[in-house]
């Protein structure tokens, strides 16, 4: 039996697995169970709003970056098609909070130390504990690393990632990213189409969940040459 049959029987069964059919209410339950298996989310007080695959989160939390781990916490749940996000950050008393210039402070201390990130890449604005990226990477890997950074840090309400990639005279191989998604064990690839503009690549199609969806982008903005990915992909679910 060859790996490339080995392969496709794994992504079938993935497929099939991810199309399974609920109701409103058994995604809702089970995106609610989702978070509160999360540890840092599971005192959280979380609305969950299920309709026709869109989940809603409501409530407050006290962190930035538990607004990021329950919609991930969200998304990783089979059925979920968009996740809007409605989360407030608040801190409890005085805990939590922090200046603005110890925000800044501490952001710059951290990137300085992170190998990602190149030295003197980024500029960073805090105001209100609202952080502000900008500058200019090379790949995208670098911009999310900045941004991770920030939405850790003790005091931040919410990150604007401004981060540009720079354009370099490398060409994108839209057949290696093709041949890229076509290996993936766990990417169902079979109704993926790759668009290639210049540096510019879009993903248009249809896959079986939002991982398949992330996973995919993430393969892309792997190719060298590329400085914007737009991930056009539907998720196909029936409820």
């Known amino acids: ?116 990130i190149p030295k003197n890449a980024l500029k960073a604005k805090v105001e209100d504990g609202w952080v502000t990226l900008e500058g200019e990477v090379e790949r995208n890997y670098q911009k999310e690393a900045a941004e991770n950074i920030a939405a850790n840090l003790l005091g931040v309400r919410g990150v604007t990632n401004n981060v540009t990639i720079r354009e370099t005279e490398d060409q994108v191989d839209k057949k290696a990213i093709e041949r890229a998604l076509r290996r993936n064990l766990f990417v169902d690839d079979s109704n993926i189409k790759v668009d290639v503009s210049g540096h510019k690549l879009t993903l248009t199609g249809t896959v079986p969940s939002w991982y398949d969806k992330g996973k995919a982008e993430r393969i892309a903005w792997n190719a060298t040459g590329i400085t914007k990915v737009e991930n056009d992909l539907q998720i196909d679910y029936d409820f």
């Open 1 to 116: 039996m060859s790996l490339l049959y080995f392969c496709g029987v794994i992504k079938f069964i993935h497929t099939l697995n991810q199309k399974i059919m609920k109701t409103n209410e058994e995604l809702q339950k089970e995106v609610q169970d989702a978070i509160k298996w999360e540890p840092l989310l599971n005192a959280a007080e979380i609305g969950v709003i299920a309709k026709n695959g869109v989940i809603t989160l409501t409530g407050t939390v006290d962190s930035y970056a538990k607004k990021g781990e329950a919609e991930d916490a969200a998304k990783s749940v089979k059925g979920v098609k968009v996740v809007v996000e409605k989360l407030e950050v608040k801190f409890n008393n005085s805990f939590g909070k922090k200046a603005d210039n110890e925000i800044a402070s501490e952001l710059i201390r951290v990137s300085d130390w992170n190998p990602r």
